[in-house]
């Protein structure tokens, strides 16, 4: 039995294949897009080790970890044609991801207090490292809309409203770990 290899040395001269086996140089937006994508999964790998032994958070937990797949799966849809999509089996993200997302928002929000001024992240450790994800989903949502300027691709819509809200979700999370945790709550101020 042989072992698969890590390193394949095919990304030594600047260029990488998408799923079609494309080639194209490892700058160009669609690359960066989905490598912010993958790096927003690593961060929420991080707020997942960072929370998951909280008793009170084992829902976030799982809902997190759901996440990084549904991300996973938007991360390969952005590293291919849409012709290739199909031809690969490429899971698509979940049709749901919206619904949940907004219902654990507003799940969430229930138990909060309303806001009446900016909150700066931070807290518990936990807190600041979703907001943390927050701010990488943002730049995610901002590269995909500048992707969507140039491609037809009509899944970047939907990249762009599961970016949008998954932002949202990360910044009443953040408040909600604070709140389970006992985290303070910082007011911004001048």
């Known amino acids: 039995m042989s072992k698969f290899k890590i390193y394949t040395k095919t990304g030594d001269q600047g260029e990488t294949s ?21 790096e927003l999964n690593s961060h929420i790998g991080l707020l997942v080790a960072e929370i ?44 749901k991801l919206i619904e949940l ?18 909150i700066l992240p931070g807290g518990s450790r936990s807190s600041a490292q979703a907001h943390i994800c927050r701010t990488v989903c943002r ?24 970016l949008n809200r998954l932002s949202d979700y990360f910044f009443v999370l953040g408040r909600f770990v604070n709140k389970k945790t006992g985290g303070e709550e910082k007011i911004w101020k001048v």
């Open 139 to 162: 730049r995610c949502e901002r590269k995909v809309v500048r992707f969507k300027k140039q491609s037809s691709d009509a899944f970047l819509q939907e990249a762009l409203m599961f």
């Open 52 to 95: 998951g032994q909280s008793i009170s958070l084992k829902k976030e937990v799982a809902d997190l970890e759901w996440l990084q797949s549904q991300i996973f799966c938007t991360g390969s849809f952005l590293a291919s044609e849409p012709e290739d999509r199909e031809k690969f089996k490429l899971p698509k993200p979940s049709s």
């Open 18 to 38: 998408l799923v079609g086996g494309q080639r194209v140089a490892k700058d160009v937006e669609r690359i960066e897009l989905y490598g912010d994508v993958d």
């Open 101 to 118: 997302l907004e219902s654990r928002i507003d799940s969430m929000g229930e138990e909060l207090s309303d806001l009446k001024n900016f």
